[in-house]
């Protein structure tokens, strides 16, 4: 099955940058729309980001849009999230998931990462 990991989580001041990778195991996974979601300690999972197989449609969350950025690169199997202007209330494990369809609902993902911490600090 397909398998995902993250990484490029750590700990960055609020208004700085930081990027997330999101590397599959095989080639397979270039036919999978890929969301990013986030859950803070304490705090029920939540919807980030997506991005369709192509790569041509991409949805955000509204905490995010502007600042968030979602990339794609076939040939290397791997989503990107580009983080900008951060903010403490960012701060949560980050987790990358692939499905049939871009969707911000969790249940609609078949395959999970493992997350990546990132803190942003005040």
């Known amino acids: 099955q397909v398998q995902l990991v993250e990484s490029g989580g750590g700990l960055v001041q609020a208004g700085g940058s930081l990027g997330l990778s999101c590397a599959a195991s095989?080639?397979?996974?270039?036919?999978?729309?890929i969301g990013w979601f986030r859950q803070a300690p304490g705090k029920e999972r939540e919807f980030v980001a997506a991005?369709?197989?192509?790569?041509?449609?991409?949805d955000y969350a509204n905490s995010v849009q502007g600042r968030f950025t979602m990339l794609r690169d076939h040939a290397k199997n791997t989503v990107y999230l580009e983080m900008n202007s951060l903010k403490p209330e960012d701060t949560a494990v980050y987790y990358c998931a692939a499905g049939r369809l871009p969707n911000s609902n969790p249940f609609a993902y078949d395959y999970w990462g493992q997350g990546t911490q990132v803190t942003v600090s005040s």
């Open positions: 991005i369709s197989w192509s790569g041509v449609n991409t």
């Open positions: 095989e080639r397979t996974f270039s036919s999978y729309a």
